[in-house]
């Protein structure tokens, strides 16, 4: 069953202390022939919480601790 669309956060200064957490799933497919990686669609509602948008770049940090990954997101700004 899918889970609620938490509502849109639009401006991430004020994210401050919010917490929602919620399920999406998205379908891997080949990014180009030739091209040693992959590519999912984000769903809406995960984007909308980014605030991403087309073109934006996106900032991954992969964590491997007893076998469990953890992979986190966001978008990357220009500090970054």
Known sequence: MRQPTPPAVRDPAERGALKVSFTETSTVGTAKKGIDSVRA???NAV???LG???GDKLLW???VQDSEFRVGVRK???EA
């Open 47 to 49: 984007a909308q919480a």
């Open 61 to 63: 940090t992969v964590t």
């Open 52 to 54: 991403v948008e087309d």
């Open 76 to 78: 990357k700004t220009k």
């Open 41 to 43: 669609t984000i769903p």
